[in-house]
């Protein structure tokens, strides 16, 4: 079976940095993918890993251990906008996309 | 905007009845995957399919079933529609190494 978890909610302060751990079971691996999404909206892509190291994009970076089955998402500068949930999701066995439960993030003055 | 089209957006009807949700993938993407997302839920995985023969299947209700067109649209239905099939639907599409694109979602809701 396939197994992700992440912590269900962080909080943190406007123009901090946050933290957001994902670590996961699966069979066959292909890509780790994470997706912000707002409540009652769709899904929007952030990042992909597929090989071993830190990814940035902007104010977010993306950091991925195969051997560990461990990724996280790094928001720097934080924003109220960024008040959201974060999707981690493995690419696995046949092009599947599982996602794990999901973490509400809420940024605070 | 994703490229992925769902409608309708809202769908309101009462338990017992059948409903069919419609997507259409962003051009060049030959999956289609569907998802459902109950309230204050995570994403849970019913099943894709790839250029129209299924590919995948997750813990999709014998009540559901889906298919994909030979135009690659999609369709999902949910019949005999209980209250605990109040959801987002989600159907996303991608392509080999790309990650998945969603459209915005249906609601449904059950009575």
């Known amino acids: 079976g396939q197994n992700i978890d992440q912590p269900t909610e962080m909080t943190a302060t406007e123009g901090a940095i946050v933290q957001i751990n994902c670590t996961y079971q699966?069979?066959?691996?292909?890509?780790l993918f994470w997706y912000q999404q707002h409540a009652g909206e769709a899904p929007t892509f952030l990042s992909y890993n597929v090989l071993d190291g830190l990814e940035e994009k902007g104010r977010f970076s993306s950091f991925l251990s195969r051997s560990k089955g461990y990724s996280y998402l790094l928001l720097k500068e934080l924003q109220m906008k960024d008040s959201a949930s974060y999707l981690c999701a493995v690419r696995h066995a046949g092009n599947m996309l599982t996602f794990g439960g999901g973490t509400r993030l809420m940024v605070k003055p | 905007d994703s490229g992925v089209t769902q409608t309708p957006k809202h769908l309101i009807t009462a338990t017992g009845q059948r409903v069919t949700l419609r997507c259409s993938p962003r051009s060049g993407d030959l999956s289609v995957y569907w998802y459902q997302q109950s309230l204050d839920q995570g994403l849970q995985f019913l099943i894709q399919?790839?250029?129209?023969?299924?590919?995948a299947k997750g813990n999709i209700l014998e009540r559901f079933s889906a298919q994909q067109f030979p135009d690659l649209h999609s369709e999902l239905n949910l019949s005999s529609l209980e209250l605990g099939d109040s959801a987002l639907y989600f159907c996303?599409?991608?392509?080999?190494?790309?990650?998945?694109?969603f459209g915005n979602g249906t609601r449904l809701t059950v009575t």
């Open positions: 399919y790839y250029n129209g023969e299924e590919r």
């Open positions: 996303a599409s991608g392509s080999p190494n790309s990650p998945l694109h």
């Open positions: 699966t069979s066959g691996f292909n890509g």
